[in-house]
């Protein structure tokens, strides 16, 4: 158990809905990373937050927004959804935004019908 | 641009046998070098990290090696067990990056009978 929770595990929805992914990262972690994982793809990098605040984009399309909260628990909204979007989500957090250790939590499968 | 190639992109071998997989990187300035194992479905989960004064670093049957001059980082893997079947995945630091990590495709390992 990474200490990281997400939730939820298991998502099926349908094309043009939205869908929020909720990650608590492990206590005392101040950063949070979000990654896409699409069918035998590697991780993409989506977006980083440290503390709140915003600290590193990566591929996040337009229709995917993300925001922590000042207890450190972290959000991925997915809107407009499409096809193509359907992944497994993870979330990974660590203590410092750009050394420490990347713990990963199980991730989210969200399914887009 | 950072860039991290792994290699095989796929490895089958017989149980007890050992094998290496192979991590090439473009990323610099270099800040640290990290191989995950990634079990099918699951998140990945941190095998070793290395900074740029460590050239080897083991875990249980799992050593990796780091050339900083070469840039180049093997991930050994002793004794194989059915349970080593994985994606393992080489992530490299930039010391200027931002935050951002590098992540490689993965090298799919399939340990047979």
């Known amino acids: 158990d990474s200490g990281v929770t997400q939730t939820p595990k298991h998502l099926i929805t349908a094309t043009g809905q939205r869908v929020t992914l909720r990650c608590s990262p492990r206590?005392?972690?101040?950063?949070v990373y979000w990654y896409q994982q699409s069918l035998d793809q590697g991780l993409q990098f989506l977006i980083q937050?440290?503390?709140?605040?915003?600290?590193a984009k990566g591929n996040i399309l337009e229709r995917f927004s993300a925001q922590q909260f000042p207890d450190l628990h972290s959000e991925l909204n997915l809107s407009s959804l499409e096809l193509g979007d359907s992944a497994l989500y993870f979330c990974?957090?660590?203590?410092?935004?750009?050394?420490?250790?990347?713990?990963f939590g199980e991730g989210s499968r969200l399914t887009v019908l | 641009k950072n860039q991290v190639e792994q290699s095989p992109q796929s490895l089958i071998i017989l149980e007890g046998k050992n094998c290496t997989l192979q991590c090439n990187y473009t990323v610099s300035p270099f800040s640290n070098l990290r191989w995950y194992k990634q079990d099918t479905g699951r998140g990945p989960v941190s095998l070793t990290i290395m900074t740029f004064s460590e050239n080897t670093k083991s875990n249980g049957r799992y050593t990796a090696t780091l050339d900083a001059d070469t840039k180049q980082s093997s991930l050994h893997i002793t004794a194989s067990q059915l349970s080593d079947s994985a994606s393992y995945i080489c992530v490299v630091s930039a010391s200027n990056s931002g935050y951002a990590l590098n992540f490689g495709k993965g090298t799919s390992l399939l340990v047979t009978p």
């Open positions: 990974a957090s660590s203590v410092e935004a750009r050394t420490g250790e990347l713990f």
């Open positions: 206590s005392g972690d101040l950063s």
């Open positions: 937050y440290y503390n709140g605040e915003e600290r």
